[in-house]
């Protein structure tokens, strides 16, 4: 009972900073929920979250600027601990206009065809988009490009505006989807899913 007790009065005492970095979709959708639930619970922690594309958050991990990291993607090289926690799906993005309300799915021809807006360099989204394509003898090159954006939130404004598709994660568009701006398809015959771990040194 004593041990108990011991145990008890140890979890509810858990204090001092922690650090949370974390991948823009991530961070800007799931990390937020999770730190108020874990803050609920240990009211003595104070979690500073940083969110940034995967390349900074990765950087800031092997450079001490961060204690713990939630990153999706490939998995981190180097002297960096990863535990695999979930996976999810990447989708293609459409407005939701009279083109493509109806539609559930596009050819690969038909997206390689359509202009593109594609998250910026360091990012764990177009890492996969890269991987996928790379492994169908496609180049990023050879996808018709308009533009590169550094925010998910940017992305979806720019596609709600019919200014082209995008590919992103599923768990980013839960309000778009509950709104109806925006809607979701399918590459026929490809599968875009990427893991997300936390990382720590």
């Known amino acids: 009972e004593d041990l108990e007790k011991e145990m008890d009065t140890l979890r ?3 204090s001092g900073l922690l650090v949370v970095g974390a991948t823009s979709a991530i ?17 003595e922690a104070n979690i500073k979250l940083r969110v940034g594309n995967k390349r900074q958050v990765e950087e800031e991990l092997k450079n001490g600027l961060i204690d713990v990291a939630v990153i999706e993607g490939k998995r981190p090289k180097g002297e960096i601990i990863t535990e695999e926690i979930a996976t999810e799906e990447l989708v293609v993005i459409a407005p939701n206009n009279d083109c493509w309300s109806n539609k559930s799915s596009i050819t690969l021809e038909e997206f390689l065809k ?28 050879d996808l018709n490009v308009v533009m590169e954006l550094s925010s998910n939130d940017s992305i979806k404004a720019a596609v ?4 082209g598709i995008s590919i992103m994660p599923s768990i980013a568009l839960k309000k778009e989807l509950y709104n109806k701006t925006l809607v979701t398809l399918n590459i026929e015959g490809i599968s875009l899913q990427q893991k997300i771990y936390v990382a720590y040194r």
């Open 27 to 43: 961070g800007g959708y799931a990390v937020p929920c999770s730190i108020f639930i874990f803050k609920e619970k240990y009211p």
């Open 114 to 141: 359509e202009p593109l807006i594609m998250r910026e360099q360091g990012s764990g989204t177009r890492e996969i988009i890269k991987e996928t394509f790379d492994s169908l003898g496609i180049k990023i090159s």
């Open 160 to 163: 709600e505006a019919w200014h």
């Open 12 to 14: 509810m005492s858990i």
